[in-house]
């Protein structure tokens, strides 16, 4: 069992258990044995032959394989979440119900980009021939079980249009032969020349997810009844198909746009289960009409000097808004923000928004995020439950909050090259200031962060402000969990110095040490993560407690980065060396992503 692998082996465990089906079988087998042991307590005359026996049979439970008892279905639904081929593998060597059922896996996944890796220096006509041919191999093969196909992965690098479109209409084929429910397909374009999507894809009625980048898409006759998501990626579009898209697929719950073209105007209606809409860079929409009772989900995202309108005037239902294009920002502030009553996630763009004010009225609204603040000058706030607040900009506009309810708020500015850094004074300054003398001083943590360096207030008391250009701050609840914010930090940012303020007799600076000090020798958390995507554990080298008295830093060949630091420690020693409390400093070392890769 252990050669599956600790992590795959604790996954495989956590979805059985879910479905708590191996869970019952191991307790049910537990309480059995537990009640033949209390009579062995109670009959302490029975013969040998009755005790023999019942460590036989003791010995025969406690062998019974429960995780091939498994139904073939949730053995198959395992197996899907794994994140690799390799892995699906590896799991094999389990029992032989298992090392039967990978072989039948109906997630196929095929990646040119890995095969051309794996590969390695072979000829590039020789290495795309054979990956055509790997993938029609294994496809004719599953084909001729006539097994059913839960989703089929396929990724080309590029695509040639006198060589594969024979290809790719094969293998859909077979995808659509075999009930397909997920198909991923992702073409790369070769002199301007795409791959038309063949025709039998759009009368699947086993078809529930459908991905699809650098195809193009023209059938006229669309009929997926059970299709639920859409996502289309780098595809032509036009109007009437997509209202033919639209009015043959009924049962679309998640629908995406990301980077589409021709498209102007996209009306959406008569979808009464859509429940998600992502509008991302399509550069020509001039206006967007969405009428979906059930909708909860809306994320637009455009360039700044593309103006479109965006209604979603019907979409009552809506709970999480992201708008990320000043003009249609300052449309909603103004005119369509009332129509959303049960809104509780709230992610506005201010970039370049001429507005200077705005109002933000909703009783249910939880979490709310200003973007791109460099005009905005005061925002008003009124909403009973919002408990997250965030705001990222140039400036700190003046915030208003009724009533003042957060567990979370963060705060992040980056002055344009050239503006004076953060400071006594400065309108930054004040206007941070004055929002976090807004919050109970004993209930809340700040965290300030600053490129290399980190300083973490235990409590809101004697807080000052590091004169640097860019400078993050967030307050959080002192009984909320701090290991996630500071986990994200430092895996963000690799930090220098950690620095926290506290009280004399404050405990709160050991176990920050402690927490950042425990180091497996090999940490699994990530495991599946590429080198340049770990948790910051796999890079740190040390950590250690550091006298600010004595760290000096040499005027001649220093670093920015040495320098920032150096300017860290200075606002240290002289805004708390005089105050009543105690500054604990951590130094802290990394291997660099390339090392670590290495």
């Not at 992590?7 to 979805?15: A, D, E, H, K, S």
């Not at 036989?56 to 639904?77: A, E, F, G, R």
Request: glycine residues 2%; positive net charge.
């Amino acid at each position: 069992m252990k050669l599956v692998g600790g992590t795959v082996f604790l996954f495989l465990i956590m979805i059985a258990s879910y479905y708590q089906i191996s869970l019952h079988m191991i307790s049910e087998s537990t309480r059995q044995r537990s009640e033949e042991d209390n009579i062995d307590w109670v009959q302490e005359d029975a013969s040998m032959k009755e005790t023999e026996d019942r460590t036989n049979s003791d010995q025969k439970d406690t062998s019974v394989d429960h995780i091939s008892q498994l139904p073939d279905h949730i053995i198959h639904h395992i197996l899907s979440h794994l994140r690799n081929v390799k892995d699906v593998i590896r799991t094999s060597i389990l029992s032989k119900k298992w090392r039967a059922l990978w072989y039948s896996f109906s997630v196929l996944i095929f990646d040119e980009r890995k095969f051309a890796a794996e590969i390695g220096h072979e000829d590039g006509s020789n290495m795309e021939s054979m990956f055509r041919n790997y993938v029609t191999h294994a496809l004719l093969k599953h084909d001729a079980k006539k097994s059913h196909l839960q989703k089929l992965v396929v990724h080309m690098i590029a695509f040639d249009l006198l060589q594969d479109t024979d290809y790719l209409d094969l293998w859909l084929s077979i995808a659509i032969c075999r009930n397909i429910k997920e198909l991923d397909l992702h073409i790369g374009i070769k002199n301007n020349k795409r791959y038309t999507l063949t025709s039998c894809v759009f009368s699947s009625k086993a078809l529930t997810g459908m991905r699809l980048s650098g195809c193009e898409l023209t059938s006229d006759n669309v009929t997926l009844p059970n299709l639920q998501k859409l996502y289309l990626h780098k595809i032509p579009l036009v109007e009437h198909f997509i209202q033919n898209l639209i009015s043959g697929c009924h049962s679309i719950e998640d629908l995406r746009f990301i980077k589409c073209s021709g498209l102007k105007h996209l009306q959406v209606s008569n979808l009464s289960k859509l429940k998600r809409v992502d509008i991302h860079h399509c550069t020509q929409l001039k206006k967007v009409v969405i009428n979906a009772p059930k909708l909860e989900t809306f994320w637009y995202c455009g360039k700044k000097t593309t103006h479109c309108k965006v209604s979603l005037e019907e979409c009552t239902s809506l709970k999480r808004l992201t708008l990320e294009h000043p003009q249609v920002t300052r449309d909603f502030c103004e005119n369509q923000l009332s129509n959303f009553p049960v809104l509780e996630k709230l992610h506005l763009s201010m970039s370049n928004n001429k507005s200077k004010y705005v109002i933000i009225s909703n009783p249910h609204l939880q979490k709310l995020t200003l973007k791109g603040c460099q005009k905005l000058r005061n925002a008003v706030i009124d909403a009973s439950n919002l408990v997250s607040f965030e705001c990222k900009g140039e400036t700190m506009p003046w915030v208003e909050v009724h009533p003042l309810s957060f567990t979370y708020a963060k705060l992040y500015f980056v002055s344009k090259p050239g503006h004076r850094v953060v400071g006594y004074g400065d309108k930054i300054w004040i206007s941070v200031k004055s929002f976090i003398e807004k919050f109970n001083p004993e209930e809340f943590k700040l965290i300030l962060y600053s490129n290399k360096n980190i300083v973490i207030h235990e409590d809101l008391n004697n807080v000052t402000l590091p004169p640097m250009p860019d400078l993050g701050c967030e307050i959080i609840k002192s009984s909320a969990c701090m290991d996630d914010i500071l986990f994200s930090l430092l895996r963000a940012l690799h930090p220098v110095t950690l620095s926290i303020i506290s009280s004399p007799d404050s405990k709160f600076p050991k176990s920050v040490y402690e927490m950042i000090k425990i180091k497996d020798e090999d940490p699994n958390c990530c495991i599946y993560n590429a080198s340049n995507n770990k948790c910051w554990r796999h890079f740190l080298k040390d950590v250690n407690f550091e006298d600010l008295n004595h760290v000096k830093f040499e005027d001649t060949e220093v670093s920015k980065e040495d320098k920032r630091t150096s300017t860290w420690y200075n606002w240290l020693q002289s805004e708390y060396a005089t105050l009543k409390c105690q500054v604990t400093s951590l130094r802290l070392s990394w291997n660099s992503r390339q090392q670590h890769a290495l």
